[in-house]
């Protein structure tokens, strides 16, 4: 099932508490794109291209993956938001 990135399926639980489990969600699918995008930027050899690479790129480089991450994630993703909120959805939902 695709959800669009508009926002969380329907549930029983109050809208605020919805979209707070939804948008964590949606960070936890950031989350793991970063990490699976993070050995393909590994590979790249900034050195080598016009503007050289060195020790800032170094250092930024983890925080730009992550925000590509957060950026996949927030228009559409890989669809692993919806089953990760249908399973907080159920967790939260057993505790009332």
Do not use: C, Y
């Amino acid at each position: 099932m695709i959800v669009p990135p508009a926002g969380p399926p329907p549930s029983d639980l109050p809208p605020a508490q919805a979209a707070k489990l939804w948008h964590a969600a949606k960070a936890f699918e950031g989350m793991a794109l970063g990490a699976l995008l993070a050995p393909m930027f590994k590979t790249l050899h900034g050195a080598h291209g016009m503007f050289g690479g060195g020790n800032g790129e170094k250092i930024w480089q983890p925080m730009l993956v992550q925000e590509i991450g957060k950026e996949l994630a927030a228009h559409g993703g890989l669809g692993l938001a919806a089953p990760v909120f249908r399973a907080m959805l159920a967790e939260q939902e057993a505790k009332r």
